[in-house]
């Protein structure tokens, strides 16, 4: 008896583009940044206005520190789209890292909080900026003392978020926490969080939230959060 032969499924062009597209998140996931880039870069040969590739342009610029390029791909979403959340954060955080920036990044900041106030990577990252801010040489007590009441509101805005359930399972919000606790002088309790969180993640199922470029970020705020302790 003839066993029939199985036909290939003839994918459609918006098809053959998702699917690089997925192949190219996974590189990113896996922190596979310059196979990554290098993929988004053929794609954007053929699809030049292609969100998701620029966004995972301007992400892999972000974690090779490579601010310029990094605001380079996020305003080209920005212009396609400047609702895109991804690309406002990008570019938020982007300017929280350049001098002379930082009241636009506040700003950017706070237009993608103002939509989704619940986020705690956002306020993670405008708390640093209130931080580096208070941090700058030459400025009054009164404005140094104001960016640092801002980042504690930050801070304990996160806490109330997450919550202190020792039993938590999100590896990013047991995360969020310990960042928390960090810049709260809590440092016994921001070295337990980051080891869980690190512990949590390795342990997940599911992938599509296995950032390996957030397992890094985590164990270099695990290392700060034990030099730290050690000053103590």
């Not at 699917?19 to 053929?46: G, H, R």
């Not at 016994?188 to 992938?207: C, P, R, T, V």
């Amino acid at each position: 008896m003839a066993v029939a032969k199985k036909t290939k499924k003839t994918l459609t062009e918006a098809e053959e583009i998702q699917l690089k597209f997925e192949k190219t998140s996974n590189l990113y996931l896996n922190s596979k940044l310059k196979p990554c880039m290098d993929a988004c870069t053929i794609a954007l040969e053929t699809s030049p206005e292609h969100i998701g590739f620029l966004n995972l342009l301007a992400l892999a610029h972000w974690r090779k520190a490579d601010v310029k390029s990094q605001v380079k791909f996020a305003k080209k979403v920005n212009e396609l789209d400047p609702e895109n959340s991804i690309a406002n954060m990008l570019l938020a955080v982007a300017y929280s890292n350049t001098n002379g920036k930082e009241q636009e990044a506040l700003k950017l900041f706070a237009a993608c909080i103002d939509k989704d106030p619940e986020n705690c990577e956002l306020l993670r990252y405008r708390a640093l900026t209130y931080v580096r801010l208070e941090e700058l040489q030459g400025l009054p007590p009164k404005v140094k003392e104001k960016y640092m009441m801002k980042a504690d509101e930050d801070l304990h805005k996160i806490m109330e978020l997450v919550g202190d359930d020792e039993e938590e399972k999100d590896f990013l919000k047991v995360y969020n926490r310990s960042f928390a606790q960090l810049y709260l002088l809590k440092y016994m309790n921001a070295k337990n969080d980051a080891e869980k969180a690190i512990e949590l993640f390795e342990s997940s199922n599911d992938a599509s939230k296995k950032d390996r470029n957030v397992l890094k970020e985590i164990k270099t705020h695990l290392k700060k959060s034990v030099a730290e302790m050690k000053k103590q």
